[in-house]
């Protein structure tokens, strides 16, 4: 072997060696790397958190489902351990403690510390009319007091719950929450998903008080051996609202509403009525007015009060005044067309305006209104109210 070789011989192992010692590095590295993964998961820093005490009010699930809820989405943030609610329970159980009766944070601490969990989430869901308040807190076991707390509120829509629990999750860890969410359901957001917004729709019963005044009123109050009814001019009606919403703008409805009615009922006549109306409600607080108008069948004929304050037909006048000509001079009273017991049935109509508010209690909705149909003859005043409860289609 030459001296001139023995350098290359030298410099190649050199090279054999560097890369023999870079290989096992790298494979050290990858090792250790698999080791800290696999530590990770019951590294200090993973936390267990029990989930007890979520109170409810005014909404439909109970505080057992808002529990579960959150524990769900508990699971979701990372390094947390979320004991199982059947768990909880058997540990309540078994120490004879009622899990309703412990909700103050000394109980939740002690029964923590019992179970022996890092944290303990409690809080509430409450609606106060259309919205939803959400409330979390998280305990710190080892201290003894409340770490962090949330609340937030939204729209007052119970089946977006869960995506309402998951913002609020978020808030409390310091995780941002997906913002087409947020923007959807957040009371305080500036934009508000159309399609999830609430609407009430009134479809139900009615029943109510109308009077009706002016020369109807007494036709309506004159015995029936002058053509009357014999009846009082205030009578009871019942009947049933149809609607259908055709547009909507944030709060605001607009509505077509159909109200067939029977009226006099009570004072043994059988009035039937239809109302058409075009409506306008503001779903947050209630308040509508809506107008269009109204087609009723009644027994007319055409006729005047005469001197005495007697009702006759015009064909009185005629047969009574009527010269040797058989013509009769203008008659100088009010002739116009009036109900009228003996007369045909036909069909008057007329232009009704209404107002009035919807009260809420729950997923119950009781609709107020007025209503006022004047007329040259008179007009018909009146109240009703009615109910319906709310489906739970995207209302609570």
Request: proline share 3%.
């Amino acid at each position: 072997m030459s001296a001139i070789g023995l350098p290359q011989i030298l410099k190649s192992n050199t090279m054999k060696t560097i890369f023999k010692t870079a290989l096992i590095l790298l494979v050290s590295v990858n090792f250790i790397g698999t080791l800290k993964g696999q530590e990770s998961f019951q590294s200090p820093n993973q936390k267990s958190i029990a989930v007890m005490a979520m109170e409810t009010s005014n909404i439909a699930q109970e505080s057992g489902d808002i529990e579960s809820l959150a524990a769900l989405k508990l699971q979701s943030i990372p390094n947390v351990i979320v004991p199982r609610k059947y768990d909880v329970i058997e540990h309540f159980n078994n120490r004879n403690i009622s899990i309703d009766n412990c909700l103050s944070t000394k109980c939740l601490v002690e029964e923590g510390r019992a179970m022996e969990v890092d944290y303990v989430l409690t809080g509430s869901v409450t609606r106060y009319g259309e919205r939803i308040i959400i409330q979390l807190s998280l305990i710190d076991i080892e201290k003894g007091e409340i770490r962090a707390t949330d609340q937030n509120e939204y729209y007052n829509l119970g089946s977006e719950l869960e995506g309402m629990m998951e913002i609020s999750m978020n808030n409390l860890f310091d995780i941002e929450s997906d913002a087409m969410l947020k923007n959807a359901l957040e009371k305080n957001s500036d934009l508000v998903d159309e399609q999830i917004v609430e609407r009430i729709n009134l479809t139900g019963p009615r029943m109510g008080i109308g009077y009706v005044g002016g020369l109807q009123g007494q036709r309506l109050m004159d015995s029936k051996s002058n053509n009357g009814y014999g009846m009082f001019p205030v009578m009871t009606q019942f009947g049933y609202q149809f609607e259908w919403q055709y547009m909507s703008a944030g709060n605001m409805q607009a509505l077509i509403e159909v109200i067939p009615l029977i009226s006099g009922m009570d004072q043994g006549r059988f009035i039937p009525s239809v109302t058409l109306m075009n409506g306008f409600r503001h779903s947050r607080t209630g308040w509508e007015f809506a107008f269009g108008p109204t087609f009723r069948l009644n027994q007319t004929a055409e006729g005047y009060y005469d001197g005495d304050g007697v009702w006759r037909r015009t064909e009185y006048w005629e047969k009574t005044q009527g010269g040797e000509g058989g013509s009769a001079p203008d008659n100088p009273f009010y002739v116009h067309e009036n109900i009228d017991s003996k007369g045909d049935y036909k069909l008057n109509y007329g232009f009704t305006l209404a107002a009035g508010k919807t009260f809420k209690s729950g997923h119950l909705n009781m609709p107020i209104n007025v209503y006022v149909t004047p007329s040259i003859n008179g007009v018909l005043a009146g109240a009703s109210f009615g109910f319906n409860v709310r489906k739970r289609s995207k209302n609570i």
